[in-house]
């Protein structure tokens, strides 16, 4: 288990697309690991695997109170969306910071696990929220593409 260092805004890894996963080899388990540490440690809630400087379709999302485990996505593919939510979003690449950002209330996911078995995820509210950021982050984007206003300073927003 490792501790990753997060990438920040500004850095150029940030803004580019990640490769999609073909096999799921030990070096991808020990960065899903790493990522899920990474995560933890910084009290997050998602995390990219371009927020650790690696370009691959790979992120970890734990939206739930304790003893849930968390969601594993490879390849993640948006099958389907609904509704829309309105609301404040943060990420662990712009530390302390807050924007309000309109998402979809519902989204349908298609990933693998981390056996490479497909599996589809259905969320709503914070999930929803969650995995649009997420999927953002592997095709290069980040919220800052999206607000509504300006980004403010703050001390207390779910970061992803
Ligand atoms: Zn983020």
Same mark, same amino acid.
């Given at each position: ?8 805004? $500004? ?9 999609? /996963?073909?096999?799921?080899d030990r ?10 540490? *990474? ?13 650790? =400087? ?16 968390? /969601? /594993? ?12 939510? *309105? ?8 530390? =302390?910071?807050? $924007? ?23 969320g709503t ?7 649009? !950021?997420?999927? @953002? !982050? ?15 300073? *703050?001390? @207390?927003?779910?970061?992803?």
């Open positions: 288990m490792a501790i990753r260092n997060i990438r920040e805004f $500004g850095d150029s890894v940030l803004t580019k697309i990640s490769k999609e /996963i073909k096999e799921v070096k991808l388990l020990i960065l899903i690991d790493d990522m899920l540490d *990474t995560m933890y440690e910084s009290y997050g809630v998602g995390l990219a695997a371009p927020q650790v =400087g690696v370009l691959k379709r790979v992120a970890v999302i734990d939206v739930s109170e304790e003893g849930d485990e968390p /969601i /594993i996505l490879i390849n993640p593919v948006i099958l389907e969306v609904d509704g829309e939510q *309105t609301g404040d979003e943060g990420c662990l690449s712009l530390p =302390g910071k807050v $924007g309000t950002v309109t998402r979809p209330n519902y989204v349908k996911v298609k990933a693998y696990n981390e056996k490479m078995e497909e599996y589809v995820i259905e509210e914070l999930l929803a929220r969650a995995l649009c !950021h997420e999927i @953002d !982050h592997l095709n290069g984007v980040l919220y800052t593409d999206k607000l509504m206003g300006e980004l403010r300073a *703050t001390m @207390d927003t779910e970061e992803v």
